[in-house]
């Protein structure tokens, strides 16, 4: 008699990791806390300048955060798409902020700080999770364990 093989298991996050994936989102409250009450913007640092883009992302993410809570199983590929989304966005930003900041430098005229805290926080705070979802995304670990048995078998 054979055992019946065991069924791969859904991408994203387990148990309290995505527990914890759900709240990085819903604390999301609190970022736009911060911005209405302090003026500091470290969540959705790129979209400053686009309070209908700024206002939706926010509502993005704590969408995020329901449909974690609903669908822990897919909670990688959230992680993975919102963070690489926000990081394309905040480092074209940068990119363009560090564009204009050589413009006005060639013409003598720089009287600014190309980056603010802000960006520099918001980049950290994405980073930490594409990584997470980069690293719990079960493509990510099905290529590294076949890596690895290539190396043995090589």
Do not use: H, Q
């Amino acid at each position: 008699m054979t055992s019946p093989e065991a069924e791969p298991s859904p991408p994203g996050f387990r148990g309290a990791a995505a527990n914890a994936i759900s709240w990085y989102y819903f604390s999301t409250i609190g970022f736009l806390l911060v911005d209405l009450i302090f003026g500091w913007n470290i969540r959705v640092a790129a979209l400053e300048g686009t309070p209908l883009l700024k206002y939706t992302w926010y509502s993005g993410l704590l969408g995020c955060g329901i449909f974690i809570r609903l669908r822990p199983d897919r909670s990688a590929v959230v992680a993975l798409v919102e963070s690489s989304t926000n990081l394309a966005i905040l480092l074209g930003g940068i990119m363009m902020t560090y564009y204009g900041a050589v413009d006005m430098a060639l013409a003598g005229s720089f009287d600014g700080v190309a980056l603010t805290s802000e960006s520099i926080v918001n980049a950290g705070i994405s980073g930490f999770a594409l990584v997470g979802g980069i690293y719990s995304n079960p493509l990510m670990r099905r290529a590294s364990l076949l890596g690895e048995e290539r190396e043995r078998e090589g």
